[in-house]
């Protein structure tokens, strides 16, 4: 077991160079330029605190993944981002969500896909699928999909055993699964379903939107869905302490995951899951980008925090 102790979280704090708070819509954010890790590249760090924030008072934590595109939309490639600052707080003032805070984890750039890809599920492919998965090249951009090794569970240890640590020293947190949750869309659906399956005991809630179960980009031949189902039904989490939230929409690729999707809503109901504990929502034309998670990003958020 890694440990991680106080004389160390203070280190974390001086190594990791904090800006000025940044301008959002709703709340503060605080930008953290960047993070170092002894099991990732550094990469930036974002935390989101509602208005008010107080250390008197205890809140919940929402991880996020892809976190550049989560509150400002000149961060990202296409001029989108999620709004969650504005999402969270109107959740907020309706009293429909507890206090909480939001942790942005941008991504490192080209072993994005590598540290988010889940590895037990990755290695339980038969190793040509693996070499022809890691060989594989975006024609579109004529850029490596798979940089780097899969590295996804050193991924979680970064959260886990470093970034968490932080924030529950930093802020007025609950430490506990029952107030600890992840999420991201599309790879980062994909993590956030592996994080709460390896790692029940810290998570509580995952927020899986446009979850790419297809792993590359067709349906035709490809055992990588299968292999989540497997891993999924042989590490699900206890559903009497664990939330799940999936969806999918119609368009650009999105349209490859509702036969996939299928397939894992038979493992939540196998498995004991219903109603109150797991949500999976379809979106006719939705498409595979940060405005489709926005314009439906209440939905998990009410569902997973209430």
Known sequence: MYKISFILLILFAFSCK?????????????????????????????????????????????????????FDSTKTWNNQEWAVDETMSKLLNENKIQKTIVVGIW???????????????????????????????????NTDLYTYDINSDNY???????????????????????HTFIGGSSYGGLISMYAICEYPDIFGGAICMSTHWTGTFTNYKNPIPESFVNYLDQHIPDPDSHKFYFDYGTKTIDSLYEPNQLMIDSIMTKNGYHHKNWMTKKYEGAAHNERAWMNRLEVPLSFILK
Request: charged share 25%.
């Open 18 to 70: 904090k800006s000025s708070e940044r301008n959002v819509g709703d709340g503060s954010l605080i930008h953290i330029k960047p993070f170092h890790s002894t099991f990732v590249s550094h990469r930036n760090v974002d935390i989101w605190l509602p208005d008010q924030y107080s250390s008197n008072e205890k809140y919940q934590v929402l991880y996020m993944h892809d976190g550049h595109a989560l």
């Open 156 to 178: 979680l240890k970064f959260i886990v055993k470093e970034l968490k640590p932080y924030v529950d020293s930093a802020y007025s947190t609950y430490t506990d699964a029952q």
């Open 107 to 141: 991504n490192s750039g080209l072993d994005r896909q590598s540290d988010y890809f889940p590895q037990k599920a990755f290695e339980s492919l038969p190793l040509n699928t693996q070499d022809s998965l890691l060989n594989e090249v975006r024609i579109s951009k």
